[in-house]
């Protein structure tokens, strides 16, 4: 079977022609010529010409009807327009109505069709079940008009996406305009390379926005579409028109409430312009690149800072040196430079309450930073940094800078046994001890710390500050460890 009747349309077309004087001529529905209708049947709805109106009227099943002139202003009266409502008559039997609804097969059917084909299916009346059934068809159209706006408003953000990326673009355009004019001879292909970089960039960004638009604007009107006609077929249909267009209209309704779509812009507006991009690819005399177009969005909060050394073990008037590793959104390195990095070290102190220790920034170019450091005073320190005037992650971070560092006057070794060459007499500030006669410390022998450590007192971390500082150097001369500057030796 073919495509199910339009009767909403059918039922538009016959309304329409109940007034034939005001819309194009009408040509008869009972001549095999083209003649020209000029009476109307308010019974069965023909279109007559003069002749086959005089036929119509003498003929014995049709000698009741009313027949009226197109031009007769009493087809616009309800009684008249009321009767052109068609009935979903039979495909197989176009003489009889369907007036039965087969639950089975889920289509309406005559009293014929009902007992030739549908003799064991479950079959009711279109009268009984046409509610139930356009409940079915009321609760999917609830489901899908709400996609509707949710479309639309997929639509407008796409389009402002697009019109800020735009908009953006021809910013950057003017500002590669402004920074290149000043030194016009030198950098003219610079500029075309870079007003091409951020053709292409608009290019690939637009490309994926006008394709994702063109998609959500079909599916807009898939939605549409199929809203509008099922809201007309309920609103204007008759139990058995809206019955026969059921299956059509959930089908197509369950098919679109099934499509997946992307709400949000599959591209972001992210595009701007930053001078003094080094490109180390290029010879010596052309490295410097005033300007680059950057496409990758830095987040400042997933910038995280790197330390060599622990910020809780800083010792006054020792450099201390800081990475600062940038990232995009994503989590992916960012390998730009040019951001506004500031950073500073500040604490209260009883004497000088906003006392502040100068930190330097180096612009790495590859989308880190290189701070350093000295305190001059011991105490509890906040490092504050910023990028673009935003915290990174942690930021601002506790410093503990302890007081100068005390230089160590024994030697970092893993064992007295190996550092000395198996000297006897050569003692450790860890007590360790083998026998044998040895006063120092071995591997695997009791008192050894299991790694190296400083003969002069003991501490297993080699940018340590001495804790046997009340020791001077006459004493250490004197005393039994005098053997700690020989292995130094």
Not at 325 to 334: F, S, W
Not at 366 to 394: C, K, M, R, W
Request: net charge positive.
């Amino acid at each position: 079977m073919g495509l199910p009747v339009n009767y909403i349309l059918y039922n538009r077309r016959m309304k329409q022609l109940k007034t034939p004087s005001k819309g194009p001529k009408i040509i008869c529905d009972l001549c095999t010529s083209d003649n020209w209708a000029t009476y109307r049947c308010t019974d069965c709805g023909l279109c007559l010409c003069t002749i086959c109106k005089e036929a119509h009227n003498r003929q014995r099943a049709t000698v009741g009807h009313v027949v009226l002139s197109v031009h007769d202003e009493r087809l616009n009266d309800p009684k008249f327009s009321n009767r052109f409502q068609s009935a979903a008559v039979c495909f197989k039997h176009p003489s009889k109505e369907m007036l039965i609804f087969c639950e089975t097969c889920d289509r309406p059917s005559c009293s014929s069709c009902c007992v030739s084909e549908h003799g064991d299916h479950k079959c009711n009346l279109v009268v009984d079940v046409c509610d139930k059934q356009s409940k079915v068809i009321q609760n999917l159209l609830m489901q899908a008009k709400p996609q509707i706006q949710a479309i639309e408003n997929a639509l407008n953000r796409v389009a402002s996406t697009t019109t800020r990326l735009q908009q953006k673009a021809d910013k950057v355009c003017a500002e590669v305009n402004s920074f290149v004019d000043n030194d016009i001879r030198v950098l003219e292909k610079n500029r075309a390379a870079l007003l091409q970089e951020v053709a292409r960039t608009v290019e690939e960004k637009g490309g994926a926005l006008r394709t994702q638009r063109v998609q959500l604007e079909q599916l807009l009107h898939d939605f549409q579409h199929s809203c509008r006609v099922t809201e007309d077929v309920l609103t204007e249909g008759s139990r058995n028109e809206i019955l026969a267009l059921k299956r059509p209209l959930v089908r197509r309704l369950r098919e679109l409430n099934r499509v997946k779509y992307a709400a949000e812009p599959r591209e972001n507006d992210n595009i701007r312009f930053v001078p003094q991009k080094k490109a180390l690819s290029e010879p010596k005399n052309e490295r410097l690149i005033k300007g680059g177009i950057i496409t990758q969005a830095l987040c400042t909060e997933k910038c995280v800072l790197k330390a060599d050394n622990n910020l809780s073990n800083v010792w006054v008037g020792s450099k201390v040196e800081l990475v600062v590793v940038c990232h995009d959104p994503a989590g992916l390195p960012y390998k730009h430079g040019g951001e506004e990095v500031w950073a500073q070290l500040q604490a209260a102190h009883s004497g000088s309450p906003n006392h502040c220790s100068p930190v330097s920034v180096v612009d790495r170019r590859d989308g880190s930073y290189h701070l350093e450091f000295v305190p001059d005073q011991s105490g509890l320190y906040s490092l504050l940094i910023t990028i673009n005037a935003e915290h990174i992650q942690g930021s601002p971070f506790n410093v503990i800078v302890k007081p100068r560092l005390v230089k160590h006057v024994g030697v970092w070794h893993c064992c007295c046994f190996c550092s000395s060459g198996g000297r006897r007499e050569a003692v450790c500030a860890c007590h360790g001890s083998m026998p044998g006669g040895f006063k120092g410390c071995g591997h695997g022998h009791r008192g050894h710390p299991g790694r190296k450590h400083w003969s002069c007192c003991g501490k297993t971390s080699e940018h340590s500050s001495c804790s046997r500082h009340e020791i001077t150097r006459r004493n250490i001369e004197r005393s039994t460890v005098s053997v700690y500057r020989e292995v130094t030796l």
